[in-house]
Every structure is written in C-alpha cells, then in structure tokens.
C-alpha cells in the first residue's frame, strides 16, 4: 500500500538558516508527490508539485524539492528561513495512477523559526 | 482558475444536531470530489470520495450513515454530520478533481472546522 513518511516530527531553525524537510514515500509506479504547508488554524496551501520531468522542482515562497527515485524521496528545502515560515509542512502522494486520486498525506513536520 | 470554496468556513453546534458543509468547485466541474478528516495537530485522512450522480466510496472505519456525502452536481458536493458529538470535532477539507488539464490535478477547498458542544 502506498504510504509516506516524514521521519521528523518537529524541526527547529534559526531564522535565515537553510531548511531541509524529510518525506519518502512508497508507491510502486511514478508518483505524483506534493508539499503543502498549513498556518494554524488555516487550509492548505499547495508549495510545491512533482508530475514529471525534471527532477528538482521549484515552488512558491523560495521553496524547493528534489525526487529522488533512488531514495524514494522527496524532500523540501529552503536556503534561508524566515519567521513567517513556522507552520506544519505536509507531504502527500497521489494514491493511485492519476494526480487527481485521493493524496496520502505524511504526518506532518512542524516548522519552529527561532530568532 | 481551480478554485475549490468551502461553507460555512468554522460551525459550532450541539450536541445531536446535523451539521451540513458544502464544497463548491467555483470555475470547473468536478465529477470527483474528496472529504478529508483533520484531528488536532494530526495529518488529513481520506473520509470517501464523492462522484457525481452516484454514491460515495467512504474509506474503511468511515460510517456511511453518519458521514451522508451527496454530490448533486458537477460543481457541489456536501458531507453532512447527522447527530453530531463532540468527536466529531474536526477540521473537514474537501478536494476536487479538475479534469481540465494534463494530469487531473485535485485542489483543497479552505476547510471547515466543526466544533460540537
């Protein structure tokens, strides 16, 4: 069955440091592999995407991903945090052969700036 | 374009009454939409999938009969709470699947949180 993982429950960065969120994923044919970020109390907000071709993916708010096949990843960075990046960063793959099926979504990591 | 609308956005109610949300695919037809459960401070988890013009496919756990999802038309589609309780506290997120482009891509309505007292 498909899954994914995000090995990291809770990160803490200094703002302006670089950022690196973990997520792999299992699924036996390409993914369709997504990033979402979500504010407290707030919907989601779609970062990022990956259907096909290239491999590094770019995104909004400076945010990027790179799919690893190899490695089953799909992990989301930023070279410079800012305060306003704290929030809860989801990753999700399509559950079936279509990027409009259902997403599976990770448990999420939550995002700490320190200052 | 995309846009998926969510109402009403946060709804408080007692105990044992229904609570209708409806999910709105505002510039597209969506043949498919999607409920999505949010705990606190949990990830989403698939409730069913909605299809237009016929039943919902509820996941496994998902009561049928208190979840009654009806998607009447190609741009709405509602998941009603019948006899709420307080566990059924959440924030709700529905989804719809846009067929206009290459890859059928779905898109996240702004969710709305049920408080029951």
């Known amino acids: 069955a498909q899954s994914v993982t995000q090995p990291d429950i809770h990160i803490t960065v200094s703002e302006g440091a670089s950022l690196e969120l973990r997520c792999n994923y299992s699924y036996g044919a390409t993914p369709y592999l997504f990033w979402y970020v979500q504010s407290p109390g707030q919907g989601l907000q779609l970062l990022l995407k990956y259907f096909s071709g290239d491999t590094l993916v770019q995104g909004i708010k400076g945010f990027e991903a790179e799919f690893k096949r190899s490695q089953s990843s799909f992990n989301l960075r930023k070279p410079s945090v800012h305060w306003s990046d704290a929030a809860e960063y989801f990753c999700a793959v399509a559950g079936g052969n279509q990027a409009g099926t259902a997403l599976i979504f990770g448990k999420g990591t939550t995002l700490s700036v320190s200052s | 374009g995309a846009v998926v609308s969510q109402h009403p956005s946060r709804v408080i109610c007692k105990s044992g009454t229904s609570v209708k949300i409806e999910c709105r695919s505002l510039?597209?037809?969506?043949?498919?939409m999607f409920w999505y459960r949010q705990f606190p401070k949990k990830s989403l988890m698939l409730m069913a999938t909605s299809n237009e013009g016929s039943k919902a496919t509820y996941e496994q756990g998902v009561e049928k009969d208190k979840f009654l999802i009806n998607h009447a038309s190609l741009t709405l589609s509602t998941l009603t709470v019948t006899s709420a309780h307080p566990e059924d506290s959440s924030f709700y997120i529905c989804s719809a699947r846009d067929v206009r482009g290459s890859y059928n891509e779905q898109f996240f309505g702004p969710g709305t949180r049920l408080t029951v007292l």
């Open positions: 510039d597209f037809q969506a043949t498919t």
